[in-house]
């Protein structure tokens, strides 16, 4: 293998994490288990990283408990505690020369799009300290009787907020900031794939712990494996489990959690479609279509893999989509001039050969990419692949590869297409293009799914998103994530006494 250039070795951010982060403040853990941080450039393990224990696990669990309980952060205004998802913002912008590498390491996004990330999350923090200011926690209702209940709206309690590796600092925004807005004390667990990030976050936590802007107790921050994680959302003492991960893995926690009827949010996978009507100006399918399926490198719910053409137009089409997916930007992730980088792990690329393989056994036909890129003797990378002649019963079609896979699809018609689109387990995310806009809104409310676009691949997290199907439970993003984080309890009081 040749000599590989990377500045790892010298960023501050990228380093051994010796303990666990607990109720605030990070301390010894009652274990001596570690995992390895590998670089998916150089596939050269750059950290190790203290993993937590079921005991960690039980005591971030009581701490969050006993915090909550007291009623220190909770009983806070909605304002004040927002003002405190301001000053986690600001710091986290403070941070990003640690940040932005960091997600060249646990993601394999080149660096130019690491820093596009950590410029958004600051603003999703800032978000959800908007809405926070916003929202009403208590209403007073007349009744028929003349009497009066307030509906007010109080913290889920403990939360147990469970991340995946492919987004771990954006993902905190969608659960931690709204779970600390509404009140609630968390206990984050993040992938172990994916584990600097959250201990960046974790240190500005233990900043403003410190500093005595966020009560003892209210927050930890671990990292775990799955057994380890599974004692967590079976602890008796959470109240709200939400997940963002694999549609697999969701149906776990849910059965799990479903043993005590804990509360569940889940944001899981998904199998996007992207309907290209026969009137949709190529430009426009050009612009959004392929970054919008290969973003980072496929791995990501929300990318668009099926892409339905008409029998009509599918020539033209995909001669198009072949030189756009072709030419998108492939290579060393701290070039600034490409886009698209190696998958984050070695059995992350296996999985997705396995997929391409799978498609060629059904009868499809790669005609763009299947392989590792030439010139390129390490790093875990997959060409965008596109695959034509799917039919939307192969595997290919129907499961989630999280990898840059494109499956295109053929249909008769308008009403052909909308049935492929719909006919999945899946509902997260998806596209229509077509030059009438007005059609395409009519198009788009056929479709079961989440979130969907028209002539574009709009990502917008400052609004709800989340899941139809098996794509989820809940939302994620506006006034919608934030009530996620709320029980609604009515007080009935009568009518005053008459003279």
């Not at 990030?197 to 009560?215: K, R």
């Not at 889940?266 to 399918?285: F, H, P, Q, R, T």
């Not at 609004?463 to 709320?486: A, D, M, N, T």
Request: glycine content about 10%.
């Amino acid at each position: 293998m040749t000599t590989i250039e990377t500045p790892t070795d010298s960023m501050p951010g990228i380093a051994d994490r010796e303990q666990v982060f607990i109720g605030g403040e990070w301390v010894e853990s009652t274990g001596d288990e570690w995992i390895d941080l590998v670089d998916p450039w150089t596939e050269r393990n750059v950290a190790r990283i203290r993993t937590a224990t079921e005991e960690d696990v039980a005591l971030a669990v009581n701490a969050a408990r006993t915090s909550f309980d007291s009623g220190e952060w909770a009983s806070k205004s909605m304002a004040e505690r927002a003002d405190v998802i301001d000053k986690i913002a600001d710091r986290l912008e403070a941070r990003a020369e640690e940040l932005v590498p960091i997600g060249v390491v646990e993601v394999g996004i080149p660096v130019v799009v690491s820093t596009m990330t950590q410029q958004m999350v600051g603003g999703l923090f800032r978000a959800v300290a908007a809405e926070a200011r916003n929202f009403e926690t208590r209403e007073d209702r007349t009744r028929g009787d003349g009497g009066v209940s307030r509906i007010l709206k109080e913290p889920t309690g403990v939360v147990a907020a469970i991340i995946p590796w492919n987004g771990p600092i954006g993902t905190v925004a969608f659960k931690v900031a709204p779970a600390l807005a509404a009140g609630c004390s968390v206990v984050l667990k993040t992938a172990p794939e994916a584990p600097l990030s959250t201990s960046v976050f974790a240190d500005i936590l233990g900043e403003l712990t410190a500093e005595g802007l966020i009560p003892r107790g209210v927050i930890s921050v671990l990292c775990a494996d799955r057994e380890v994680s599974e004692s967590l959302v079976t602890n008796p003492e959470v109240d709200h489990i939400t997940f963002t991960g694999s549609t697999l893995a969701g149906r776990r926690i849910m059965a799990l959690a479903a043993e005590r009827v804990a509360k569940v949010s889940l944001e899981l996978g998904g199998k996007s479609a992207a309907i290209i009507l026969d009137d949709a100006d190529i430009n426009d399918v050009l612009q959004s279509l392929p970054m919008g399926g290969c973003m980072q490198s496929g791995q990501a719910c929300i990318a668009l893999t099926r892409v339905l053409v008409s029998n009509k137009r599918h020539d033209e089409l995909v001669d198009a989509l072949k030189a756009a997916y072709g030419g998108i930007p492939m290579g060393n992730p701290w070039e600034q001039t490409n886009f698209l980088g190696p998958l984050a792990m070695e059995r992350q690329r296996d999985r997705v050969e396995s997929y391409i393989a799978s498609a060629k056994e059904d009868g499809a036909t790669v005609i763009l990419g299947g392989g590792r890129p030439a010139g390129i003797d390490h790093g875990y990378f997959i060409e965008p692949t596109l695959i034509d002649g799917v039919r939307n019963d192969m595997k290919v079609a129907q499961e989630e590869v999280f990898g840059p896979v494109i499956s295109i699809i053929t249909y008769e018609d308008e009403a052909d297409a909308i049935a492929i689109a719909n006919d999945s387990i899946y509902g997260l995310s998806g596209a229509v293009y077509t030059t009438d806009l007005d059609h395409g809104f009519e198009v788009a409310q056929k479709i079961r799914t989440g979130t969907i676009s028209v002539n574009a691949a709009i990502i917008d997290f400052t609004l709800p998103f989340g899941g139809y199907k098996q794509s989820g439970i809940g939302r994620e993003g506006g006034v919608e994530g934030l009530e996620e984080f709320f029980e609604i309890k009515t007080v009935h009081m009568p009518a005053p006494a008459a003279d």
